[in-house]
């Protein structure tokens, strides 16, 4: 069965340092999505991605934050210079032609 | 008001109960409704997706919104101790953004 894949599946980073989050969406899909989840917290929606383009993003997504297809495979989150409060789970997710989004196992980011 | 709202548990069961999770929502303009499974450190899995009102079934689960009250559930029956988790309702609002309720964690008893 196809499935979302992300790496790292953890990243240790000192804050004020760039870190490139990767996931391989589900091969047919044309939507990407990114969310994250700080421990305890709600899933977060952050970024969608479609046809080379932000669609919508929200208001954590702000300058620090951008995204990336660089291939016909993957799909990138980069965040410039990272923080303390940056440390959560980073899913990644993708559809098709229908709203079902299936995610994948997630990044784990600690910011030291 | 918050756009989706969940009762966070934790909801306690014993082995064979029927579980009823559920979730309000404020915009009556919402369409899509989707239900997760998430497990401790693991990302979401799509469980159900219904589109406007009325049920939807797949094996033991049900899916149910009713758009008059703005309410959305799933019930789980003949409950599993593999279905403990936490179980995540979420709302399709705008350009595929989806707005995630709190998570209720279910733990079912052997």
């Known amino acids: 069965e196809p499935e979302v894949t992300q790496t790292p599946s953890h990243q240790v980073t000192q804050m004020g340092q760039e870190v490139i989050l990767r996931c391989v969406p589900i091969?047919?899909?044309?939507?990407f999505y990114w969310y994250r989840q700080i421990l305890g917290q709600k899933v977060e929606f952050l970024v969608s991605f479609y046809n080379n383009e932000i669609s919508e993003k929200s208001e954590i997504f702000d300058d620090q934050f951008s995204v990336e297809r660089p291939d016909g495979s993957n799909f990138t989150l980069k965040i410039r210079s990272t923080k303390l409060e940056d440390s959560a789970m980073y899913f990644c997710a993708s559809s098709g032609d229908t709203y079902e989004q299936y995610f994948g196992p997630g990044t784990r980011l600690t910011v030291t | 008001q918050k756009e989706v709202e969940q009762d966070p548990g934790p909801l306690s069961v014993p082995e064979g109960a029927i579980v009823s999770l559920n979730c309000t929502y404020s915009n009556s303009a919402f369409q899509y409704f989707m239900w997760y499974r998430q497990y401790s450190r693991k990302g979401p899995e799509l469980l159900m997706y219904t589109y406007s009102s009325g049920n939807k079934e797949d094996g033991r689960f049900t899916a149910q919104v009713d758009k008059s009250s703005k309410y959305i559930s799933l019930f789980i029956r003949d409950s599993q101790p593999s279905d403990s988790a936490t179980y995540l309702c979420?709302?399709?609002?705008?350009?595929?953004?989806?707005?995630f309720g709190q998570g209720t964690e279910l733990s079912v008893k052997p």
């Open positions: 979420a709302i399709e609002i705008q350009g595929g953004k989806l707005i």
């Open positions: 091969s047919n899909h044309l939507y």
